[in-house]
């Protein structure tokens, strides 16, 4: 470990000043400090394959010369292997694909490329990298949903460098195959961009549309081959293999140059809180100190980010959420005019939901200077290029640690010095990662976590392509085989699909309604009631929460209060209010075991996996005010109730076991409780999940096991590969979380360990220490267990 003291570098001043001002805590706030040191680079001498104008136009864009794994990648592309690249931020991965995808271009007039990604910001960002290149008859152009009517038309008939993303190839490209004829039967190559963003049941639904893609080209007489690009991760071949149903090479050896980097782990320092006065069984009134409460994160980023902007550091700052990302640029925005009166209209906030020209504004002033500081959601994690970028705040471990060094690497891509600091919030996992920097730093990248036999994923797709085309035999093992001829069968039997000599045959006038991110329906508008301004939207899924009448939303740096949710129209009318108090919902969640896959007997304790139905329905929301957290008032809701089938990971334990470790019954509850949020809270870090991925329930005797038991479930329909992961490694799941409950400095239990931002009963009831004691329980009797059971021989219900 090295510290950087030199003031030579924007980001090496900035840590000086972070760390003076840490500086006046009592403990300091960085527990740790890893140097990543700078990295030459080796380069290789341009394929002899290359087209000379390609490579013209390349140098006289500054590249004199490929580095060796663009050159190995790109040459295996040109062979016809498919490939997939997968090294660090700002390794130049984009010419890789570049190099034979243009070089092919030059060489057949005939031949097209399509570029996938996902996200509309890299698209474009690809698209200026391209068009800057000035090659004739490549005719780059995007299409996704912010091109225009009358641009699509043009970008059939003429372009041969689509870029867009799987969205647009689902909804519109696919369907309308016909009128994409000609631009199908030249395909040369395809381009998939961030490979590695594709996991869970976005990930499986994007395996199933690349596999009807491959299905329409092969219609049309091409048989194109695919170039995958991906962060550093686990197994990227095999990944980009369950991706695209093919086999596939991986090149994985990074030799492109790179600046040193400073990578800080920053916990928020506690808050002492003043006593209150409470009465005595004497009626008198005593003092009774309050507990210390840590720091906001979003507190904390906004302050480092002013800091920033005030030293003249260009910086980004990624936060978790929406709501987030407004909020830290709001603070900034005020605390630098306090300082420096205008000098706030040089920080933004960024996130999904803004209109095409709000995003395309934002990302033009942060690429030219005109911003200093920006506050963005993951929207601009990706490998949109920002040059000149000096440093990157991180508020909240982003989820995997692939996303964690993608944020990382976005400063510092000039080969100049860069500063990471990764402010953690008060979360388990968070808690846990900023004590053991050996679990970010000493451990590779994690596996992307796929699943196309999804039932819940299959159905639907093999609707979607049979609408295309007929189904054949042979088209069955593309789609997965046995799976694949078993969803077909049911399909037929529901009456969507028809068999018919030639194929299965969709049965309905219109195509199927499929929606790839899992999102649960249309995006819901937030329109402004009085001017009927859209403001921007937000996803079905999360409408219930974000948007119910009286909640408060923010849209740059604005505050609006709901007036109306129109579920049906998906329209949530707003106006503009600032008030003294933030809103927090409140849901009821009951799940119930439908079948049981697999389960270890170990005695007292069992683990288990299997299919499971939750409901779950908002039914009120909490009032609270900014700045102590005070809970104002409890307002009741009438939202629908939502129904799930998924995939869950559960344990149980026998009352007699916790009754001998010293918990007595009426404390089963508050015990199990902890553990389900703190196991929540750390499964992150075990599989490429989020918290926001997964839900859980915890229960002192639940009906269909009859005996205490915490459930961990997969938020998504048909499950999304987390609970299995969680299960395949439950004793290092359940020994991080234990270890991350007792470690914690707090005495009855905080965010930091078992209270959950999520919860739907208010963190009520919470027994930290009773929850490591059944954590050690289940820890202990899964050290010998027994042989797991295979799923026809486990119990109905876990019993």
């Known amino acids: 470990m090295q510290c950087v003291t030199s003031t030579a570098f924007g980001p090496a001043e900035l840590l000086h000043r972070l760390r003076a001002r840490g500086a006046a805590a009592e403990a300091s706030p960085i527990t740790h400090i890893e140097r990543v040191p700078p990295r030459s680079g080796r380069q290789a001498p341009w394929p002899a394959w290359t087209d000379p104008g390609v490579r013209d136009a390349l140098t006289a864009r500054g590249i004199t010369a490929p580095w060796e794994h663009q050159a190995a990648a790109a040459t295996l592309a040109w062979e016809g292997t498919h490939v997939v690249l997968a090294t660090g931020t700002a390794s130049g991965k984009s010419l890789a694909y570049q190099l034979p995808a243009l070089s092919a271009l030059a060489t057949d007039p005939k031949a097209t490329v399509l570029y996938l990604s996902p996200t509309k910001a890299l698209a474009a960002d690809q698209l200026r990298a391209v068009a800057r290149l000035g090659l004739d008859g490549v005719r780059p152009a995007t299409f996704d949903g912010d091109t225009a009517r009358e641009e699509r038309e043009w970008v059939r008939q003429h372009s041969r460098f689509v870029l867009t993303n799987p969205d647009m190839l689902h909804h519109s490209m696919l369907p309308g195959h016909a009128r994409w004829g000609v631009f199908f039967r030249r395909l040369a190559y395809v381009v998939i961009d961030e490979c590695h963003t594709y996991r869970g049941v976005f990930g499986s639904h994007v395996a199933h549309v690349l596999r009807r893609l491959r299905r329409t080209a092969a219609r049309y007489g091409a048989d194109p081959t695919f170039i995958l690009a991906s962060a550093t991760s686990g197994d990227p071949a095999g990944a980009a293999s369950r991706l695209t149903g093919l086999p596939v090479t991986e090149i994985t050896e990074d030799a492109s140059p ?29 003092d009774v100190e309050l507990p210390p409460i840590r720091r906001s994160a979003l507190r904390e980023t906004a302050d480092m980010l002013t800091d920033a902007v005030v030293s003249g550091t260009r910086t980004l700052a990624f936060v978790r959420s929406r709501r987030g990302a407004e909020v830290v640029a709001s603070m900034t925005r005020r605390s630098l005019d306090e300082a420096v009166p205008g000098l706030g209209e040089r920080v933004a906030a960024y996130r999904g939901g803004y209109l095409r020209e709000d995003r395309r504004a934002i990302e033009r002033a942060l690429l030219t200077g005109e911003l200093l500081g920006l506050a963005s959601t993951n929207a601009l994690e990706l490998g949109v290029d920002l040059r000149g970028l000096d440093a990157v705040l991180i508020c909240g471990y982003p989820g995997t640690r692939a996303s964690l060094w993608q944020q990382a690497g976005r400063a510092g891509r000039a080969g100049g010095e860069a500063l990471a600091v990764l402010v953690a919030r008060d979360d388990p996992l968070d808690t846990y990662l900023v004590h053991h920097p050996e679990a970010i730093f000493g451990r590779s990248v994690e596996a992307t976590v796929l699943d196309p036999a999804n039932p819940y994923v299959l159905g639907p797709q093999l609707c979607c392509a049979a609408s295309e085309a007929p189904i054949t035999d042979a088209d ?72 119910h009448t009286g909640a408060v939303h923010l849209h740059q740096g604005v505050s609006y209060l709901v007036d109306e949710l129109d579920l049906e129209d998906a329209i949530a009318l707003v106006h503009q209010e600032e008030p003294d108090w933030t809103t927090h919902a409140r849901d009821v969640t009951n799940l119930s075991v439908v079948n049981v896959r697999s389960y270890v007997d170990a005695g007292p304790v069992g683990l288990f996996l299997g299919e499971v139905d939750v409901t779950n329905q908002v ?24 129904e799930l089938s998924t995939v869950a990971v559960w344990f149980t334990v026998s009352p007699e ?100 931002p999520k919860c739907g009963n208010g963190n009520n009831p919470l027994d930290k220490d ?16 027994r042989p797991q059971v295979p799923a026809q021989s486990a119990p109905a219900a876990g019993a």
């Open 619 to 642: 039914v009120s929301y909490q009032r609270r005010r900014i700045g102590t957290g005070e809970v104002i008032d409890t307002r009741p809701l009438d939202l629908p109730v939502r």
């Open 770 to 785: 009773a929850a490591v004691t059944v954590l050690d329980v289940v820890l202990a009797a899964l050290a010998a267990p």
């Open 258 to 286: 790179r600046g040193g980097v400073t990578f800080a782990l920053w916990e928020p320092p506690l808050l002492p809180q003043s006593s209150i006065s409470i009465p005595d069984d004497a009626d008198d009134f005593v």
């Open 657 to 756: 076991a916790l009754a001998g470790a010293g918990i007595e019954p009426a404390d089963f509850p508050g015990a199990l409780h902890a553990a389900e949020h703190a196991g929540i809270g750390l499964l992150p870090l075990i599989a490429t999940c989020d918290r926001w991925d997964i839900g859980g329930l915890s229960t002192a005797n639940h009906a269909d096991t009859d005996m205490p038991t915490v459930f961990v479930y997969d938020g998504h329909p048909g499950g999304a590969g987390f609970a299995e992961r969680a299960y395949a490694v439950a004793a290092e799941w359940l020994q991080a979380t234990r270890e991350a409950i007792a470690s914690c400095v707090c005495e009855a239990g905080c965010p930091s360990c078992v209270q959950s």
């Open 476 to 547: 069955l093992e593309l789609f997965g085989g046995p799976a694949a001829a078993a969803a077909v069968r049911a399909l037929v039997d529901e009456g969507a699909l028809r068999r018919r000599p030639s194929g299965f045959y969709w049965t309905h006038r219109g195509r199927p309604e499929v929606d790839l991110r899992g999102t649960g329906g249309a995006p819901v508008a937030v329109v402004e009631a009085s001017t009927g301004r859209l403001l921007g939207t937000v996803d079905h899924g999360s409408s219930h929460v974000m948007l």
